[in-house]
């Protein structure tokens, strides 16, 4: 921590030395000329962090500087405090000239004090202490801001960590049905503002209560994570969104999707649900795990459609599905009367 002084004289700079040295401060940058102070803090040339001198970094902790020489020495104060590392430093101005107008000037330019000459050095003592007893709250009150704005940011991050936890599904790991609801409201203002189509499907685990029965809890909570994981991986598109609905009941958001579209990922779906080969010996449409699925479509054309209305439409659809004789799809559109039903097994 280096303090750095401008005196026009000598003999001035000389008492000043003497007095920092008194109190403990032998570290020190003097100089009686303005252009050899400015260039040795780098405010003549290009900026740069510290300026070095025999290997060792510059700190600066306060200024002294006389401003009897006027222009020069007012004109390297306002360079100092309008860079951004000497902006807070403190500075102690000096004059033989009493409180005269470039006394005031210097206040205005970011001056603390002023020390009249010539030098009383208990009075230039006190001064001097008092400037660097600010310095030092100046940097407790960086360490203390940076401690905040580093705390604002771990709160920031974890409060982001929380809110996508809020939206997961814990056992699945895939959206959860809060998750659900407010992507399906957001994709389908923007498929209504675009006047672009939207699917949603739902689907579940075909007979999964007794797949629970018999296989027991544990093991339908692990059918359940890898049946999630499964489909995670046969959706594409960034904008696709798969989430656990509730239960053993699963929905996927399909923006800018046609019904032709969303019908050939509803049997995507159920082709690598039942690829999985999860035993399941009480399930009346196959001997291994499989899904119902319902597709919904919205219409362009369908004004008095809803969010709600679309996630019931696929629900609707779902159940025909198995009342078809599951492990297949059903769908159904927003601008049509009857759903129509696929095979797709």
């Known amino acids: 921590m280096s303090i750095v002084v401008y005196e026009r004289d000598e003999e001035s700079l ?25 260039q040795m803090m780098g405010l003549e040339s290009q900026p740069i962090l510290s300026e070095v001198k025999s290997g060792i970094a510059v700190e600066v902790t306060l200024l002294i500087i006389n401003v009897d020489g006027g222009e020069d020495a007012l004109d390297f104060l306002k360079s100092a405090k309008s860079d951004i590392r000497y902006k807070d430093i403190p500075v102690v101005v000096t004059s033989a000239l009493g409180f005269n107008q470039n006394v005031m000037t210097a206040y205005a330019f970011g001056a603390v004090d002023f020390i009249r000459k010539p030098f009383s050095t208990d009075e230039a003592k006190a001064r001097i202490h008092a400037a660097l007893r600010l310095n030092h709250e100046i940097d407790r009150r960086k360490a203390r801001e940076n401690e905040i704005t580093e705390i604002a940011n771990q709160l ?34 923007r498929a209504k503002r675009n006047k ?32 999630a994981q499964q489909v995670q991986a046969t959706i594409k598109r960034p904008g696709d969104m798969l989430a656990r609905y509730g239960g053993e009941e699963f929905a996927i958001i399909l923006p800018e999707t046609d019904i032709q579209g969303a019908s050939i990922i509803a ?8 690829q999985l080969g999860i035993r399941h010996e009480y399930n009346s449409a196959a001997p291994v795990v499989t899904v119902s699925v ?20 696929a629900d609707k659809a779902m159940y025909e599905a198995k009342k078809q004789g599951r492990n297949r799809m059903s769908s159904m559109q927003s601008d049509l009367i009857s759903p129509f039903y696929i095979d797709a097994r």
């Open 14 to 38: 000389l008492t000043l030395k003497a007095i920092l040295e008194e109190i403990g401060h032998l570290d020190n940058y003097m100089s009686s000329r303005v252009s050899q102070i400015s």
């Open 267 to 274: 049997e995507r779906i159920i082709k690598c649900v039942q």
């Open 294 to 313: 319902g597709v919904a479509t919205y219409d362009t054309y369908d004004a008095e459609c809803t969010p709600e209305k679309l996630i019931e439409m």
């Open 196 to 227: 672009k189509a939207l699917s949603v499907l739902l689907f579940d685990v075909d007979h999964f209560k007794m797949y629970n029965d018999h296989y027991g809890h544990q093991a339908g909570d692990l059918c359940l994570h890898r049946l």
């Open 156 to 189: 920031r991050d974890l409060t982001q960590v929380l809110r996508k936890l809020s939206l997961i599904d814990p056992l699945t790991e895939v959206a959860n049905r809060r998750a659900f609801e407010q992507t399906a409201e957001q994709e389908f203002k």
